[in-house]
């Protein structure tokens, strides 16, 4: 849970379910009728001790978030062999939903994102409630909850089956700089630097895209990069019992830690939008991507969007 100057987040779509302090809450009548009954015990929050022990994983916890990417894995095959033109976004959400249940999940750990055509570009989106459109691309923003620790993937494709060119273009600079960005994901490296070099990177990706002007990124205001206007989040947050996971973010990076990578490009005026995200955990040795067995290299997807549909 994120905490905020003037309240606190809950889950993944922290705009919706906002609280605010002034709000008696299930927790502060338990610990107020906990005070009462035991008048002479003395109080400490826990959180200070939490916020340091949860972004380093157990190895029974990193198996539960296996586990979560597990059935991730799946539910995403399922939606790629279901999709088609002219289907609703909210019948792809029901093939997640059909997999978790199936997979005895314990939830989604957010409201699913399944963001047709130019919806991908509203960053929060999950109406789902569109058509897809033949020739455009889907934005699948999902996790799974299993035994309370979660997964957070995303996924693009087409909907019709195939990447046009420009869909291509756009994809393999987004996986290039998944690819790159999540190699700085290792014991020592700051997160602000993370954050920083991952920018960078997407930065080189747009003008190549033909999106921004070399000579006049390199006039910038430093204070105002250009990027932002196609580029705007970051890419890189703990997760674990909560999606974005509790944890201080001026800590180096650890072993035992699990992060995500999801740059992502968006350009509203070709209703484009591309986001691509993994779940890394790091090692001493090397790190691990626990949703490495879901597919993303381009020909992977299109085969399995071509392929005899086995379970409809
Ligand atoms: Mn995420």
Redesign the pocket.
Known sequence: MAFEADGFYLG?NEHIKRVTFDQETQQDRMVAWCKKKYPLHEYYRAAKITRALRPIKSEEEIALMQKAADISVVSFKRVLQACKANIKEFELEAELTYNLVKSGATRHAFQPIVASGKNACALHYNTNNDVCNDGEMILL?F?VCYANYNS?T?RCFPVNGVFSSRQKEVYNAVLYCLKEGSKLLKPGVLHADYEQQMAKLVETQLIQLGLLNANEVAQQNPDKPLYKKYFMHGTA?Y?GLD??DIGLYSRPFEAGMVL?C?PGIYIPEEGIGCRL?NDYLITEKRTINLTAEMPIEIKEIEAIMAAKKTWL
Request: proline letters at 0%; glycine letters at 8%.
């Open positions: 993944h923003d996790g957070d995303t947050h997760i999606v974005h995500t999801e995200e």
